[in-house]
């Protein structure tokens, strides 16, 4: 399949999140980062935020012997960079499953590069996905974020769940959809070796609050599951919660995260808006 200059793809979104799907059930592609920063491309190609790679677990020696997990999620942001886990293009991905008849249950479990997680196809095709436990970033000197646009120091919360990030809550005069986000700097850097997704937060009410987010490998998107994630265990914490659910809004709709035994679990929209294929240009083959 590397050597083919045509893909086969199905187009999904998980909050606007946009990911473009590969079917490799054979194992035959490995994905170059070129390739993926190509197809990523919303002008020369597919356009997305990511790629999703679908590859049986007994294919992928890490998970050849899990016998509960069926299918792998190799996930690629689009700079080609690889992530551990993706929240809205898990859910997308659990729904292509579906969809594709490859998962006949609508309660079933996926592999990751973060590690096993328990999803759940509802019937009004939202997706829940257990996202495991959130962890708070060991770091001695307060972590720091700055706007290119604004000399002002945000201090932010560090968090992996399981992707790391860093959580900014604005002050109330503070905007969050009139701020110039850029390509925000984390101090101190070393805190993140891999890159982190920051987080902007506003409170809107209780157990509500909404975000933006700048992903690593990305840039700004219009949602991150992971980091929606982050954001509603800081909210929880800071609100001294150990159970329920937050709403959080982003600029592309609306997540919910719940705290059930210290497990987080997302839930929200998961949508496959187009499928067809793609050919390669031959610099890339």
Not at 147 to 154: D, H, K, M, Q, R
Not at 200 to 220: L, Q
Not at 248 to 261: E, I, K, M, N, Q
Request: charged share 20%; glycine share 10%; proline share 5%.
């Amino acid at each position: 399949m590397a050597l083919l200059a045509e893909l086969s793809f199905t187009k999904g979104h998980g909050t606007a999140n946009d990911f473009i799907l590969i079917s490799d059930v054979k194992n035959e592609w490995v994905p170059t980062v070129p390739q993926i920063m190509w197809l990523c491309d919303r002008r020369r190609g597919v356009g997305a935020d990511g790629v999703i790679r679908i590859v049986p677990t007994a294919l992928v020696s890490e998970f050849a012997d899990l016998a509960i997990a069926t299918w792998f999620m190799d996930y690629r942001n689009s700079d080609g960079s690889i992530a551990e886990m993706c929240g809205n293009g898990a859910r997308v991905f659990a729904r292509y499953l579906v969809a594709s008849g490859l998962e006949t249950k609508k309660e079933f479990v996926i592999a990751t590069r973060a590690g096993l997680h328990q999803v759940e196809v509802n019937s009004d095709f939202t997706v829940s996905i257990s996202m495991g436990v959130a962890r708070k970033v060991a770091n001695g000197s307060p972590i720091t974020v700055t706007i290119p646009s604004s000399e002002v120091e945000f201090v932010a919360a560090g968090v992996y769940v399981p992707n790391p990030h860093a959580v900014v809550y604005l002050p109330e005069n503070v905007n969050l959809h009139d701020i110039e986000l850029g390509t925000p700097q984390v101090n101190p850097s070393e805190v993140f070796p891999d890159g982190v997704n920051i987080e902007f937060v506003k409170r809107m009410g209780p157990n509500h609050v909404a975000m933006r987010v700048v992903e690593r490998g990305s840039g700004e998107t219009l949602s991150c599951g992971t980091g929606a994630c982050a954001v509603a265990w800081v909210e929880m914490l800071e609100l001294g919660i150990s159970s329920g659910e937050v709403r959080v809004d982003v600029p592309g709709g609306t997540l919910w995260v719940s705290l059930v035994d210290q497990q987080l679990w997302l839930r929200g929209s998961a949508d496959l808006v187009a499928r067809g294929k793609i050919l390669l240009p031959p610099e890339l083959l």
